[in-house]
């Protein structure tokens, strides 16, 4: 199985910054190299919101309405890694931040993602 490690969340301010990173760990089957990886927000009280994915070789973004113009995705794979640029940051955009990989981000879409991290959390004050 893929295991996946996100960091770099904390506390930033309204109108703040921060980078998140998601570290894979590899091996000789399971490559991250071979998934497509999005990122997953869980606000207080709401539900789970699926919010950007990247194509395996970075070619492909796609981000929702709620981040578009302020997130940015991005990925290393010679370091195994995927991150997520978060500038003009919100209070609304307080939540708990997953990455998950999938074969595709349309497949995770309809039926999920199938490997995911252990969450980082993101707070904004006001």
């Known amino acids: 199985q893929l295991r996946l490690v996100e960091s770099g969340g904390g506390l930033a301010q309204f109108g703040g910054s921060l980078t998140l990173s998601c570290e894979a760990s590899?091996?000789?089957?399971?490559?991250?190299?071979?998934?497509?990886v999005g990122w997953v927000r869980q606000a207080p009280g709401k539900e789970r919101e699926g919010f950007s994915c990247?194509?395996?070789?970075?070619?492909?973004?796609n981000y929702t309405d709620s981040v578009k113009d302020r997130f940015t995705i991005s990925r290393d794979n010679a370091k195994s890694t995927v991150y997520l640029r978060m500038t003009g940051l919100k209070p609304a955009d307080t939540g708990l931040y997953f990455c998950?990989?999938?074969?595709?981000?349309?497949?995770?879409?309809?039926?999920?993602?199938?490997?995911w991290g252990q969450g980082t959390q993101v707070t904004v004050s006001s």
């Open positions: 990247i194509s395996v070789n970075g070619g492909v973004t």
């Open positions: 590899e091996d000789s089957k399971y490559s991250l190299r071979s998934y497509e």
């Open positions: 998950a990989a999938a074969l595709s981000c349309a497949g995770a879409n309809k039926f999920g993602f199938d490997y």
